[in-house]
């Protein structure tokens, strides 16, 4: 069983990054919220393995610990699988994910992942107890609706994955502590994203 890859990156191919490792090139997806990298970069991501009935097989890579064992209770729980596990993840950044699930939001849970309300109540009624006794926290992020919205908006403006989470990510930084609108939050990212794009 393999638990982690580190290796130099050679390409990133949507949320597929692509690590050579001894002269060995694998294919491993990772989600949107993983740090900016670029090519040539060394990585290092901690790893499940799935193999499909057909032979097809997947490697899922996380850059924290926690994110990945955030993916194994989501698998473990009936109904959900990995491959929505790592749906989830790539909709939400695990600490937020955490969060909501800690004060089961279901209805910003639900805005988030596309998934049912029903589906969702059942993950935090399954989930949230293996979070405590783990010892799992939100880190004290909580982003709120705010933020989601933000994110839907950019993305609904055409922007990809990587760039809205990448604007966001400095937006945390820079208004941290700050109480701000959905307008606001839109506004300072499209200014930051035209700067980016002139």
Do not use: C, H
Not at 25 to 33: E, N, S, Y
């Amino acid at each position: 069983m393999f638990d982690y890859l580190r290796g130099k990156l050679i390409d990133i191919l949507d949320d597929d990054w692509i690590l050579e490792v001894g002269g060995v090139g694998f294919r491993v997806k990772v989600t949107p919220f993983a740090g900016e990298k670029k090519s040539g970069d060394e990585v290092k991501l901690f790893l499940r393995f799935f193999l499909r009935e057909n032979g097809e097989s997947f490697w899922y890579g996380f850059e924290e610990e926690k994110e990945r064992a955030v993916f194994d209770f989501l698998r473990d729980i009936r109904g959900v699988g990995p491959k929505t596990a790592f749906k989830i993840l790539s909709r939400l950044p695990w600490r937020e994910f955490v969060s909501l699930i800690e004060k089961e939001q279901i209805a910003a849970l639900e805005k988030s992942t596309n998934l049912s309300g029903k589906t969702l109540k059942r993950v935090a009624l399954e989930l949230k107890p293996l979070l405590a006794k783990s010892g799992f926290e939100a880190e004290g992020q909580d982003l709120g609706e705010n933020w989601i919205e933000a994110r839907e908006v950019l993305s609904s403006l055409g922007y990809n994955s990587k760039e809205v989470e990448s604007v966001l990510r400095e937006l945390r930084k820079q208004l941290e502590g700050e109480e701000i609108t959905t307008e606001i939050l839109v506004k300072e990212a499209l200014a930051k994203l035209g700067s980016r794009f002139s």
